[in-house]
């Protein structure tokens, strides 16, 4: 199977300009290609997994990444996806992000000797000047096409700003500075950004000439993969200051039925014969393919040592209600009143709910259990020493856990 067909059948690939081109790049180790990030926190979140794996992949295969950080196109903000204008970051924030970035990266590319390149999209657009833009760029793009771009007529009715128009120009503005510069022959990114790489292609090619050549190629699921970031309780961060490797664990290990077999083939670098083995898997099979692609993520991101010490206290957690590497909370006398700790006191001091009253309608509602036991009594109040009993895990639904610590 070569590289391509690879990616095609781990259901990568959603469409292509040139396929054939694209082939014999891909497939030769001759592409040069780039995806972006724009430094909207200061960590990567499982929605750029999807990218980052990507990267991996194709490096493996020969080919050159550029890892393309929109200390620039941050300053505008992209319009996809998004009901609102996001809110602007100043200059020492978007540097900030992007050193982040640029560490947790490494545990993925490798960009020793020259195999990958790390640009800073700043370089060049802090610098240009806005008539030159104008009268440089503005002519190779039409409004009226603009205006059709899906990212821009989901909020053409809650509002588009001038600021945001821009952003299509800019991000293909990347495009054509990174052929220029550093001979980049393709773009990677998802189907929201289709308009924007199609408008990069195109201006290389009006203002280099038709002999010039860029591919485009997006990724089937890598809008899905951006909401694959987000939980009811936030987003699940790369960070393990923000995202423990338990939870980064905990997360993967409890996805649904129907989307462990996509995980595995698109982020995972098990072979696809593995995986296809694993579709005649069902009932608790399923759960056993659930913990292959919590330990294979965890260990891609945090080392194989934190993705061992996860696996266990997830098991451990399910055997015996208990876990030593969950996440723990500490209270104090404080926090207490006639002694004790009432059960909504503790799932607010856990993180588990952000507030009483979102912590008495988990209770009512039957979602909490404190040592395995369900906990419908809102009233239920804790000495420390309960507390500081070896198996005492409170735990809110199926997927957040915690254990307390009475000092």
């Given at each position: 199977m070569t590289v391509y067909d690879e990616l095609v059948a781990r259901g990568l690939i959603a469409q292509v300009t040139d396929e054939e081109e694209i082939k014999d790049l891909v497939n030769n180790g001759k592409a040069i290609f780039y995806i972006g990030f724009d430094p909207t926190a200061d960590s990567l979140h499982v929605g750029h997994f999807m990218a980052l794996c990507l990267m991996k992949r194709l490096q493996m295969a020969g080919n050159k990444p550029i890892a393309l950080l929109g200390g620039g196109t941050g300053m505008i903000g992209d319009p996809s996806g998004r009901t609102d204008m996001r809110q602007m970051m100043t200059p020492e924030t978007i540097q900030h992000n992007c050193d982040c970035f640029k560490k947790q990266m490494s545990r993925f590319i490798d960009f020793s000797d020259g195999k990958a390149l790390m640009v800073n999209n700043a370089d060049w657009l802090m610098d240009l000047n806005y008539i030159e833009v104008l009268r440089e760029i503005g002519p190779h793009f039409s409004v009226n096409n603009m205006l059709r771009a899906e990212c821009y007529k989901q909020r053409m009715e809650k509002g588009l700003s001038f600021l945001e128009f821009n952003y299509m120009i800019m991000q293909s503005y990347d495009f054509y500075e990174l052929y220029r510069r550093y001979g980049c022959n393709m773009q990677f990114g998802g189907d929201d950004q289709w308009s924007n790489m199609l408008g990069g292609t195109e201006l290389i090619r009006r203002k280099l000439g038709k002999d010039a050549y860029a591919m485009t190629i997006t990724l089937l699921l890598n809008s899905e993969g951006k909401k694959m970031g987000?939980?009811?309780?936030?987003?699940?961060?790369?960070?393990?200051?923000?995202?423990?490797?338990?939870?980064?664990?905990?997360?993967?290990?409890?996805?649904?039925?129907?989307?462990?077999?996509?995980?595995?083939?698109?982020?995972?670098?098990?072979?696809?014969?593995?995986?296809?083995?694993?579709?005649?898997?069902?009932?608790?099979?399923?759960?056993?393919?659930?913990?292959?692609?919590?330990?294979?993520?965890?260990?891609?991101?945090?080392?194989?040592?934190?993705?061992?010490?996860?696996?266990?206290?997830?098991?451990?957690?399910?055997?015996?209600?208990?876990?030593?590497?969950?996440?723990?909370?500490?209270?104090?006398?404080?926090?207490?009143?006639?002694?004790?700790?009432?059960?909504?006191?503790?799932?607010?001091?856990?993180?588990?709910?952000?507030?009483?009253?979102?912590?008495?309608?988990?209770?009512?509602?039957?979602?909490?259990?404190?040592?395995?036991?369900?906990?419908?009594?809102?009233?239920?109040?804790?000495?420390?020493?309960?507390?500081?009993?070896?198996?005492?895990?409170?735990?809110?639904?199926?997927?957040?856990?915690?254990?307390?610590?009475?000092?």
């Open positions: 987000k939980t009811a309780s936030g987003a699940v961060w790369l960070d393990p200051e923000k995202t423990s490797p338990f939870d980064f664990y905990q997360y993967w290990r409890n996805v649904g039925d129907a989307d462990v077999l996509k995980c595995l083939r698109m982020l995972t670098f098990l072979p696809l014969e593995q995986i296809d083995e694993m579709d005649k898997w069902e009932g608790s099979q399923l759960n056993t393919a659930k913990e292959i692609l919590a330990y294979e993520l965890t260990r891609l991101v945090h080392g194989e040592e934190e993705a061992e010490k996860a696996q266990q206290s997830a098991r451990a957690l399910f055997s015996a209600g208990t876990a030593a590497d969950m996440p723990t909370t500490e209270i104090t006398e404080s926090d207490l009143a006639n002694g004790k700790i009432d059960i909504l006191g503790l799932l607010v001091a856990a993180g588990l709910c952000t507030s009483r009253g979102d912590a008495r309608r988990n209770v009512q509602q039957g979602g909490v259990s404190v040592k395995g036991d369900k906990v419908t009594d809102i009233a239920v109040a804790y000495t420390p020493d309960e507390i500081n009993a070896e198996d005492f895990v409170i735990r809110r639904g199926k997927k957040k856990y915690c254990r307390i610590v009475c000092k």
